[in-house]
Protein backbone atom coordinates (compact mmCIF):
# COMPACT_ATOMS: atom_id res chain seq x y z
CA UNK A 1 0.00 0.00 0.00
CA UNK A 2 1.79 3.10 -0.65
CA UNK A 3 1.60 6.09 1.64
CA UNK A 4 -0.66 8.76 0.61
CA UNK A 5 1.66 12.02 1.22
CA UNK A 6 -0.99 14.62 1.58
CA UNK A 7 -2.93 12.34 4.49
CA UNK A 8 0.40 12.94 6.88
CA UNK A 9 0.55 16.09 5.43
CA UNK A 10 -2.76 16.86 6.85
CA UNK A 11 -1.93 14.61 9.53
CA UNK A 12 1.03 16.96 10.69
CA UNK A 13 -0.62 20.20 10.31
CA UNK A 14 -3.54 18.91 12.52
CA UNK A 15 -0.86 18.07 14.92
CA UNK A 16 0.81 21.44 15.03
CA UNK A 17 -2.76 23.39 14.96
CA UNK A 18 -3.26 21.29 18.38
CA UNK A 19 -0.46 21.40 20.09
CA UNK A 20 -0.63 24.98 22.16
CA UNK A 21 -4.39 22.97 22.98
CA UNK A 22 -2.25 20.10 24.49
CA UNK A 23 0.16 22.48 26.27
CA UNK A 24 -2.08 24.07 28.20
CA UNK A 25 -4.11 21.15 29.00
CA UNK A 26 -1.10 18.93 29.70
CA UNK A 27 0.07 21.84 32.00
CA UNK A 28 -3.46 22.10 33.75
CA UNK A 29 -3.37 18.50 34.63
CA UNK A 30 0.08 18.53 35.93
CA UNK A 31 -0.70 21.42 38.45
CA UNK A 32 -3.57 19.06 39.23
CA UNK A 33 -1.24 16.28 39.92
CA UNK A 34 0.95 18.17 41.83
CA UNK A 35 -1.43 19.59 44.29
CA UNK A 36 -3.39 16.55 44.70
CA UNK A 37 0.20 14.73 45.60
CA UNK A 38 0.61 17.83 48.06
CA UNK A 39 -2.77 17.45 50.28
CA UNK A 40 -2.42 13.33 50.54
CA UNK A 41 1.37 13.13 50.33
CA UNK A 42 1.41 11.99 54.15
CA UNK A 43 -1.83 10.37 54.06
CA UNK A 44 -0.96 7.20 52.01
CA UNK A 45 -3.03 4.91 54.73
CA UNK A 46 -6.22 6.76 52.90
CA UNK A 47 -4.76 6.18 49.27
CA UNK A 48 -3.93 2.73 50.24
CA UNK A 49 -7.86 1.76 50.96
CA UNK A 50 -8.62 3.88 47.52
CA UNK A 51 -6.68 1.32 45.58
CA UNK A 52 -8.13 -1.50 47.68
CA UNK A 53 -11.42 -0.21 46.75
CA UNK A 54 -11.67 0.39 43.42
CA UNK A 55 -9.77 -3.10 42.97
CA UNK A 56 -12.23 -4.65 45.02
CA UNK A 57 -15.34 -3.23 43.73
CA UNK A 58 -14.73 -1.95 39.96
CA UNK A 59 -11.43 -3.34 38.33
CA UNK A 60 -10.28 -6.28 39.74
CA UNK A 61 -6.99 -6.11 37.23
CA UNK A 62 -6.01 -2.44 38.14
CA UNK A 63 -2.40 -2.44 38.19
CA UNK A 64 -1.07 0.71 40.16
CA UNK A 65 1.59 1.67 42.16
CA UNK A 66 0.49 1.61 45.71
CA UNK A 67 2.64 4.03 48.61
CA UNK A 68 4.43 2.32 50.96
CA UNK A 69 6.25 4.09 53.55
CA UNK A 70 7.52 7.22 52.20
CA UNK A 71 5.25 10.41 51.18
CA UNK A 72 4.20 11.11 47.57
CA UNK A 73 6.14 14.09 47.86
CA UNK A 74 9.49 12.10 49.36
CA UNK A 75 12.27 12.37 46.34
CA UNK A 76 15.82 11.11 46.31
CA UNK A 77 19.16 12.08 44.75
CA UNK A 78 20.22 10.32 41.92
CA UNK A 79 22.69 7.46 41.53
CA UNK A 80 25.94 8.20 40.36
CA UNK A 81 26.56 7.90 36.62
CA UNK A 82 28.25 4.24 35.96
CA UNK A 83 31.29 4.49 34.10
CA UNK A 84 29.97 2.14 31.32
CA UNK A 85 26.28 1.71 30.32
CA UNK A 86 24.79 -0.25 27.74
CA UNK A 87 20.57 -0.07 26.62
CA UNK A 88 18.69 -2.37 25.07
CA UNK A 89 15.84 -1.30 23.35
CA UNK A 90 13.30 -3.15 21.16
CA UNK A 91 9.84 -1.42 18.94
CA UNK A 92 8.38 -4.40 17.06
CA UNK A 93 6.77 -2.19 14.30
CA UNK A 94 8.05 -2.02 10.90
CA UNK A 95 7.08 -0.79 7.57
CA UNK A 96 8.57 -2.49 4.97
CA UNK A 97 9.65 -0.78 2.40
CA UNK A 98 8.29 -1.03 -1.01
CA UNK A 99 11.27 -1.12 -3.79
CA UNK A 100 8.63 -1.25 -6.97
CA UNK A 101 6.85 1.81 -5.65
CA UNK A 102 7.52 5.20 -7.86
CA UNK A 103 8.56 7.09 -4.25
CA UNK A 104 10.85 5.54 -1.23
CA UNK A 105 9.08 6.28 1.97
CA UNK A 106 10.02 5.69 5.62
CA UNK A 107 8.10 7.09 8.67
CA UNK A 108 10.29 7.09 11.70
CA UNK A 109 8.56 6.70 14.88
CA UNK A 110 10.36 9.06 18.06
CA UNK A 111 10.46 7.64 21.13
CA UNK A 112 12.28 8.07 23.96
CA UNK A 113 14.15 5.37 26.36
Known amino acids: MALDFQQVREQIMHFGDDAHQDEARLTELYEVANHLIEIYANDLAAIRQKVFR ?39 SQILPDRHAQVEYCLINVGAV
Open 54 to 92: LVHNNDPFLRCAMPVHEPLSAHFAAPSIPKELTVIAADG
